[in-house]
């Protein structure tokens, strides 16, 4: 791309200033594969938009049709162009079948924060799924990353994702109140977070 100067004279820059997309990794355990969201996942944001909460939290359409199915998909390929962050798919490592997504969130970065959210579709919960993924995607970042602090935020009621981030290694921190609008109202969240242990 070239850009203009005064008088008409074109710039010695020629390459696009555009950042580098971000590069997703392939990360595995030794029942699930981390990876990037494919078209072929489509059947796993189908069960997601039938869920009472998932759409309210993520962009997963609420009313799914395979246009709105494809839609979502492309916008978490977009996110590492955009640089806004890691969005991963949770597949099984076996047949290769996505069963939630989990994605690393870096508007903070600047600041040394990252934030972590995650969901499972209905069929894949309470086998222990969301904290290995979690466990994987967090060790990653915070060994990879220009990050030491990571955050979530779960829902007072949310007792199972409470129990999966604690399990992957996450401190609550405390409860912050009206922290974030959810289905037209605000809701209280608590915090947790995992950090970067530096030699004593």
Do not use: C, H
């Amino acid at each position: 791309m070239q850009s203009e100067q005064v008088g008409g004279e074109p710039s010695d820059m020629a390459q696009d200033e555009s950042p580098e997309p971000l590069v997703l990794p392939r990360l595995e355990t030794r029942k699930l594969i981390l990876r990037e969201f494919r078209d072929s996942d489509l059947e796993l944001i189908r069960e997601a938009s039938g869920d009472p909460l998932i759409p309210l939290i993520t962009s997963v359409p609420a009313d799914y049709t395979e246009a709105e199915g494809l839609a979502f998909i492309k916008r978490q390929q977009g996110r590492l162009t955009s640089r806004e962050g890691y969005a991963f798919v949770i597949a099984n490592r076996a047949d290769d079948r996505a069963i939630g997504a989990i994605g690393v969130w870096i508007r903070n970065i600047d600041l040394g924060r990252a934030a972590v959210g995650y969901w499972l579709g209905s069929s894949a919960r309470g086998q222990g799924t969301a904290a290995a993924a979690l466990s994987a995607v967090s060790d990653w970042a915070l060994e990879n990353l220009e990050v030491v602090r990571l955050e979530l935020f779960v829902e007072e009621w949310n007792i199972a994702s409470w129990r999966t981030a604690e399990k992957a290694g996450f401190s609550r921190e405390g409860l912050l109140r009206r922290w974030e609008l959810i289905g037209g109202v605000w809701k209280d969240l608590y915090v947790y977070s995992k950090v970067r242990e530096f030699p004593k």
